[in-house]
């Protein structure tokens, strides 16, 4: 693509995408406009980068849609002070969205060559405020929390509740929850200690992440 091409699909990519998916939040727009989406797409797909789509990473992984990346992050509300951990990095793309938002971010991998594509494409990217580990997202990483934001870049029948123990008290965590053809944004607020306040404010179907627990198929 032609850097003529590649400012025009951007374009398209936010006018036609992602403000009709009421992302109106300028600065989110402004990131949007600034960070190459193209720079974390394989070659063999980099014509589909900004497509409404999503795109396969290998691995049997893919990219999330521009739309719902662009959602959760708003959604998130992250602020400059917020540590946040991220499950599934994939080529690194929402890694490196966030970490233009927040103080630090440690995003989890469980593909190792994956993991290692995200960290080469981050520091082509010049960021440094990203720590790319490959581990099984799963379960959380509870000795380096707590975090103020917690995303899972993919869906799960249900949010675990090790990993919102890992939230600190006012911080967020959003997933896309349920099963197919029906899932929901679920953003989660930890209120206190022992409270957690849950918002499903729009509904959109995500791939699955790996060893997360599915619901029982058993029927009484």
């Known amino acids: 693509m032609t850097a003529l091409n590649v400012s025009q699909a951007r374009f398209n990519m936010i006018e036609q995408q992602i403000r009709p998916w009421n992302v109106l939040d300028a ?23 900004y497509a409404d789509l999503e795109i396969p990473l290998g691995h049997g992984q893919c990219m999330l849609a521009p739309r719902l990346e662009a959602r959760l992050l708003q959604d998130l509300a992250v602020q400059k002070t917020d540590s946040v951990l991220e499950i599934g990095t994939g080529s690194g793309f ?25 960290r080469s494409n981050l520091q082509q990217a ?32 249900e949010v675990p509740h090790a ?19 029906i899932m929901f944004a679920n953003i989660v607020t930890r209120v206190s200690a022992s409270e957690f306040k849950t918002r499903t404010p729009w509904d959109a179907n995500a791939p699955r992440l790996q060893n997360f627990a599915e619901h029982s198929q058993f029927s009484f």
């Open 27 to 49: 600065s989110i727009l402004d990131l949007l406009a600034s960070v190459n989406r193209d720079a974390f797409v394989a070659d063999a797909h980099k014509s589909l980068a």
């Open 94 to 118: 929402m890694a490196a969205l966030l970490a233009h938002r927040a103080k630090q971010v440690l995003s989890l991998e469980i593909n190792p060559e994956l993991a290692a594509l995200a």
């Open 126 to 157: 010049g960021i440094s405020n990203v720590q790319v580990r490959q581990a099984d997202g799963a379960a959380g990483a509870a000795a380096d929390g707590p975090f103020d934001v917690i995303l899972l870049s993919g869906s799960v029948a």
């Open 163 to 181: 990993l919102l123990e890992q939230l600190r008290v006012g911080g967020r965590l959003a997933a896309i929850v349920g099963d197919e053809p």
